[in-house]
């Protein structure tokens, strides 16, 4: 009899007509072949075997670098279930639109059917995921992001516990490009894109949005954010986890050389995008990273940025997009040296500076986690590590102060909700503009975010130590326009003063948006950040915030009767507190 799995895939099959289908065992071997078909096809190049082994460079389609949210959709049967932040198609009608281009979307082509495990193999925290796919890219890439192949299998066994996802390049027209998702049936189609973020189905299409909203069924927390231990003097690790949109420094943060490490303060990488969250027994939430490798933004990341991730990159890596020098080495702006002399652009012709940036501003690089040094013993613990606090972050030139703790769990879950932070290149469309994106989840979240928030509020009462919520921005402009805070390394001092407030310590003035930093509560000993930037730094201007009130306030209302009435509740308790604090 044939399995849950055969069945999928013989019907997958029947749909796309591949030439031959082959199961994906994981091995060395198979990652090889991967590799040759994608060299012959004349889009990846091998970097130089001695600095870069085992490393090459793939060029996408042009037209296929990024996110592409516009096209993506969630296909619940009611669409007040998909809600008002995400694009929804009627699960009947998707299927036939989106069937039409799967319609023998693959002869001619091989179908690799990828089984994978989500997290750890031996953890209860854990799901198997299936991916058919006609990319050896993807393949390749599903390799170095998951525990795939035979594992998987394992796992698997003869049961329907399998989240599965079809996936076909298509023929990468983007008019004809769609990231299908169905929530109902725990179900995901792709076609017309390779890119990562549309196409590897086990990252944002199920670990985030399947996976957030089985969470919410069965209890559990699916989100958008890295994991990291901060060790203090004497060795205890603290496990925090931290919610930023997409290409703005989870990579980084995650993987910190702490400005403080002669002070004992050292950071250790769990994940840095994705995290699964149970409660335990001890009565924590307890996170796992789904994935096993890093797909992180290249440009931007260099010896002073992030040392590890540069550490880790010398091989094993996929990049993508990336320039090419003479040498055959990865270039990128950024990487901390000058272009040089003779460089080839990500899109394969030779560059100069008249021809924009060498490397596509949101090129790639996809590495094993376990090449990184700032790994944490703990990664793969199967029972998790048990977070003590959450942040939240974006990009904000102006209102957000460097770091601010919420009063309590309903209030922190308001600021997530009302976070905004400056577009980036990590999705297509406009980069800069600021919008809303609550707990960094707005293009991930699986249904409706006004039940989403529910969710939060629901597992605040659930969790008997639930994690404080904290925001900090990193990205706050003084009036010449440059960054008031040095950020990367320098990071670990807000991330220390986050542990002391967690401790009951760390000096603290009450403002109407929560606790800031007093003036002398940071320790900011070896650092060059004068009093006037400080202050700025941690200003709250009720100026600002009166703008912010407004703006945030149109955000909600587009969730109408089905905003929780403890997030309208949190929003008149800041407005009173600022009215309070400035009479006007
Ligand atoms: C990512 C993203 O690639 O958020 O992690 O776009
Ligand atoms: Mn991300």
């Known amino acids: 009899m044939a399995t849950p799995l055969e069945t999928w895939v013989e019907e997958a099959a029947q749909l796309t007509k591949p030439d031959r289908v082959v199961y994906c065992d994981g091995s060395e071997a198979e990652y090889r072949r991967m590799v040759d078909l994608m060299l012959r096809a004349g889009d990846t190049f091998t970097l130089n075997e001695k600095t870069y082994p085992n490393c090459h460079l793939h060029r996408s389609s042009v037209n296929d670098v990024a996110r592409t949210e516009r096209v993506t959709f969630i296909c619940s049967r009611d669409k007040d279930d998909a809600g008002p932040t995400n694009n929804w198609m009627d699960p009947d009608a998707a299927k036939r639109k989106v069937g039409a281009l799967f319609d023998g979307a693959m002869r001619g082509r091989t179908m690799y059917v990828v089984p994978y495990i989500m997290g750890p193999a031996n953890s209860p925290i854990s799901k198997v995921g299936v991916e058919a796919t006609d990319s050896p890219y993807v393949v390749a890439s599903m390799r170095i992001m998951s525990r795939m192949g035979q594992v998987a299998l394992d796992r698997l066994g003869p049961s329907n516990e399998f989240v599965p996802g079809l996936h076909s390049l298509g ?44 969470a919410r069924e069965q209890g559990w927390m699916a ?23 997409s290409a703005c420094g989870k990579t980084n943060l995650a993987m910190m050389v702490s400005a403080l490490e002669s002070q004992g ?46 550490r880790a990159l010398h091989k094993n890596t996929l990049f993508t997009n990336v320039a090419m020098t003479a040498q055959r080495e990865p270039w990128w702006e950024g990487i901390g040296s000058d272009p040089p002399a003779e460089l080839t652009k990500w899109k394969g012709e030779k560059w100069d500076s008249s ?22 013993p703990k990664w793969e613990a199967p029972e998790g590590v048990p977070i003590s606090a959450f942040i939240f972050g974006g990009r904000r030139a102006r209102v957000a102060p460097l770091v601010y703790e919420s009063f309590d769990w309903q209030h922190g879950v308001f600021v997530g909700a009302t976070m905004a932070s400056e577009t980036t290149a990590a999705a297509t469309g406009d980069v800069g503009i600021t919008r809303r994106d609550p707990m960094a989840m707005l293009p991930f979240c699986g249904y409706n975010m006004a039940d989403y928030f529910g969710h939060w509020l629901e597992m605040g009462k659930r969790i008997p130590h639930p994690p404080k919520i904290f925001h900090v921005n990193w990205f ?27 401790e009951g310590r760390g000096a603290a003035q009450e403002t109407p948006i929560g606790y800031v930093p007093a003036m ?41 009767a089905r905003l929780p009435k ?8 800041l407005s009173r507190r600022f009215h309070r604090a400035v009479p006007v």
């Not at 995901?188 to 390779?194: D, K, L, P």
């Not at 303060?265 to 996170?287: E, F």
């Not at 730094?537 to 109408?560: A, H, I």
């Open 223 to 245: 989100e958008h954010m890295l994991v990291l231990g901060l060790e203090s003097p004497g060795g205890k690790v603290t496990y925090m986890g931290a919610a930023f949109p």
């Open 171 to 214: 023929d990468l027209d983007p008019m004809r490009r769609y990231i299908v998702h169905f929530p109902e049936e725990e179900l995901i189609w792709s076609v017309g894109s390779g890119y990562g973020g549309n196409a590897l189905l086990g990252k944002k299409c199920f670990a985030l949005r399947i996976a957030s909203v089985m």
């Open 566 to 573: 403890e997030i309208r509740e949190e929003h008149a308790k």
């Open 355 to 376: 021809k924009g940036p060498a490397a596509h501003p949101n090129a790639r690089y996809t590495v094993p986690a376990k090449q990184s040094p700032s790994i944490s």
């Open 476 to 502: 706050r402009k003084g009036a010449d326009g440059k960054f008031l805070w040095p950020g990367f390394g320098e990071n670990v001092r807000v991330l220390k003063w986050i542990l002391e407030r967690m």
């Open 520 to 560: 002398k509560g940071l320790t900011l000993d070896g650092l060059k950040v004068s009093d006037e930037a400080l202050d700025e730094l941690l200003r709250v201007s009720p100026e600002d915030w009166e703008d912010e009130l407004e703006d945030s306030k149109q955000f909600l209302m587009k969730f109408g």
């Open 265 to 310: 303060y050292r950071v250790w990488t769990v994940g840095d995008d994705i995290a699964w969250m149970k409660i335990a027994d001890d009565g924590y939430l307890h996170a796992i990273n789904p994935e096993a490798g890093f797909f992180g933004v290249a440009p931007g990341t260099g010896m002073h940025t992030n040392p590890n991730v540069m």
